[in-house]
């Protein structure tokens, strides 16, 4: 019976100090913060489709003599092989 009554006593404190924390996240989230955290002029955005003109790739991997030295191993296509019957778990005996 006591140590039922220790775990609800130490599931209260962990209980109040989850609402405390939220309390005090929740004063500071609307206590009047007017100004962002992160200026606007720092931020830079490019999500425009002008950044793609600059957009390249390097295919020169495909020109490396490790690349070309690569094999295939086994089949392709994979064949499926023999496959049993699937029985039905539903199906009556």
């Known amino acids: 019976m006591g140590r039922l009554l220790t775990q609800l006593g130490k599931s209260k404190v962990i209980l109040s100090f989850i609402i405390g ?5 929740g004063y500071l989230n609307y206590s009047g ?4 955290v992160v ?3 720092t931020i830079q955005r ?3 489709l002008e950044s ?3 957009f390249s790739l390097d295919f020169s991997i495909f020109d490396d ?3 070309k030295g690569l094999e295939l191993f ?6 499926p092989g023999i496959t049993g019957e699937i029985k039905n778990p539903f199906a009556p005996f």
């Open 21 to 25: 924390i939220g309390l005090v996240v």
């Open 33 to 36: 913060m007017d100004q962002p």
């Open 39 to 41: 200026e606007q002029s």
């Open 46 to 48: 490019e999500d425009s």
């Open 52 to 54: 793609f003109n600059t």
């Open 65 to 67: 003599k490790r690349y």
């Open 74 to 79: 086994g089949e392709n296509p994979v064949d």
